[in-house]
């Protein structure tokens, strides 16, 4: 099964993982964590993350704060990734500011994500200040990651947004903006809460007294 989980053909290695999540082996930890590392299709490692959740978290927990620390960025971002699934709110210690801030946007698109879901009560407030330091970051995807992460703290991201945008770089301004029409509206389209919140930005200060009162 071990050696099933490398095969060539990508439907093999798919069928393979969920095989072993079906039948949990604490034997083949260290090979879905190995392969978790170093799998291309994102449909095969969403499947051996769910592989490891089907594990005790008693061996797998362990496991994959050993790995939050490894070189291999998509190693690092699986691990994430598997703890957002397991959902063990003690885990939330092992979330750093260095993995929030991770230069590879995908490690810190993965950190927001496990970090909103771990996040106790207390913490969120700071959170949501550590991501907002981060907008404007990156391209359209990045920037819908940071802005689903801070709509999905909740209210307490609203001062956090509210200093972002009288941000002077233009970028980080809109971001906010955006971010908070998401916020008060889940159901406006992100491009959208853009597109507007950059015509907010480029009216200046007259344009956001217009925006407020409308």
Known sequence: MAEALGAEDTSARLQAALAVGSNPDPGLLEALVERCAVEPDFFVRDMLSWALTRLSPEITLPR?????????????????????????????????????????????????????????????????????????????????????????????????????????????????RATELLRQNPETGFDAAVDEAKRVVALGPAGSAQAAAC
Do not use: F, Y
């Open 64 to 176: 994959m704060r050993r790995e939050l620390d490894s070189e291999r960025t998509q190693a690092r971002s699986q691990a994430l990734h598997t703890l957002s699934k397991i959902g063990e709110k003690g885990a939330w210690a092992w979330i750093t500011r260095g993995m929030l801030r991770d230069a590879d946007d995908e490690v810190a698109r993965t950190a927001w994500r496990v970090a909103v879901v771990l996040a106790p009560e207390d913490a969120k407030t700071d959170l949501a200040d550590e991501l907002a330091g981060q907008l404007g970051r990156g391209d359209r995807e990045v920037r819908l990651s940071l802005s689903r992460a801070l709509v999905d703290l909740g209210d307490v991201t609203g001062p956090a947004l509210a200093k972002a945008a009288a941000n002077p770089d233009p970028a980080v301004a809109a971001h906010a």
